[in-house]
């Protein structure tokens, strides 16, 4: 890619760090919008954004900096797919230490994608959350600007953590361009267990040995059920499957379920995260409404509280299915549940209240202003539309 000419062109892809700077002060002076983007996995899940003044792929900026033998991390550049590092860590016995979702893995995710998304998979019980495992990050600012603390973005923030900053922040308040993350041993064996019913779900988050997954899964029109993965040493794992099968009535031994690691897309999602105590709750009220409203609805997420579900809308009413169940579930108040809506068709997001209510928008506002006074970086992407 040339930088030479006098236009700024409306899609580039640079190669370098510097070029990605260099692209971003020519935005930044012409205050043009910008959005980036790597595998595009995640492009559907906020609102849809207006076409920006600048698009940047940041796919060609993919250079492993430190290769995998030299310790428990790894840099590489923002634009590295996440399959790509897998399999060059493969032959060390390791992977990335914080789990990430397995159909955005297999869809081309990138590294710089999963950390600016905050990208969670269902393995999470006994891993960290991914910004605990980001070590360091390149950032680039809104007027191009190359920051590796946060001190670089602003000098009033110069006490916070680059990298939580931008960790979560879907681009909006710097470019990730490069980082360095923390690897683990790979499992040596792993086990499902199916267990019929979601009772079970809440003890197992605080048992004696937590599994590494606990995922509901109720699919339209269908009962609840739990499914457990146990991974770690083989002789452990059996013991632990064959307590799970023995302590837990209707249990069994099961293969990986075709629909682990997915997301529970239909014609809308909405995102739900709920107290765990009030999961059974959560898991009567989707039962109401699928006989309420007559669609389908498919509840899928973690023991935790961490919920997505599936609306199988007409398309001709999509936007009144979404608004019912949005409604509904946030009636309960923010203390038990919060629902927003993270996938529909184009139409929906201005039919409805996508975000609902957000008690900490005008934090996340002033911050914006801050690191992004132009607001050029990817606008209205972040949370609470931010």
């Known amino acids: 890619m040339s930088l030479t000419t006098d236009e700024l062109p409306r899609l580039a892809s640079p190669g370098s760090i510097a070029e990605l700077s260099e692209l971003m002060a020519r935005a930044h002076a012409e205050n043009r919008t910008v959005a980036v983007f790597g595998g595009g996995t995640a492009f559907d899940d906020h609102p849809p954004a207006s076409t920006p003044g600048l698009l940047i792929d940041l796919t060609s900026i993919a250079e492993v900096a430190d290769h995998f033998n030299a310790g428990d991390a790894v840099r590489a550049g923002a634009g590295t797919r996440i399959s790509a590092l897998n399999r060059s860590a493969a032959p060390s016995g390791r992977e990335i230490l914080a789990d990430l979702p397995p159909d955005r893995i ?23 959350r991914l910004a605990e495992t980001v070590l360091s990050v390149t950032t680039v600012a809104a007027d191009g600007t190359i920051a590796r603390t946060a001190h670089g973005l602003h000098p009033d923030l110069s006490s916070r953590d680059l990298r939580r900053l931008v960790t979560g922040s879907w681009g909006t308040r710097a470019i990730i361009a490069e980082a360095e993350i923390r690897l683990t041993q790979r499992p040596e064996t792993q086990r499902f ?28 029109g269908s009962p609840a059920a739990t499914v457990v993965l146990i991974e770690g040493e083989a002789d452990e794992v059996e013991a632990e499957v064959s307590h799970l099968v023995e302590w837990n009535p209707g249990a069994t031994t099961c293969g990986e379920p075709e629909w682990w690691g997915s997301r ?45 579900l599936g609306i199988g809308a007409p398309e001709s009413e999509p936007g009144m299915a979404t608004r019912v169940v949005l409604e509904h579930l946030r009636s309960f108040g923010l203390h038990f549940l919060a629902a927003r809506l993270i996938h529909a068709p184009a139409p929906v997001w201005d039919e409805v209240d996508a975000w609902g209510p957000q008690p900490g928008r005008r934090g996340l506002e002033e911050l914006k202003a801050l690191v992004d006074p132009r607001g050029i970086l990817a606008p209205g992407r972040g949370i609470a539309g931010v």
């Open 193 to 220: 267990v199916w267990i019929p019913g979601t009772e079970a779900a809440a003890d197992l988050v605080i048992a004696r040995r937590v599994p590494d997954a606990v995922v509901i899964e109720r699919p339209p």
């Open 106 to 128: 297999d869809a081309g995710a990138t590294l710089g994608g999963m950390i600016a998304t905050a990208a969670t998979g269902p393995r999470q019980l006994r891993r960290p």
């Open 264 to 308: 529970a897309r239909l014609a809308a999602t909405i995102g739900v995260s709920v107290a765990p105590g009030f999961i059974p709750t959560l898991i009567d009220a989707v039962d109401r409404l699928e006989t309420t409203i007559g669609y389908p609805l498919q509840l899928r997420g973690n023991a935790t509280g961490s919920f997505e």
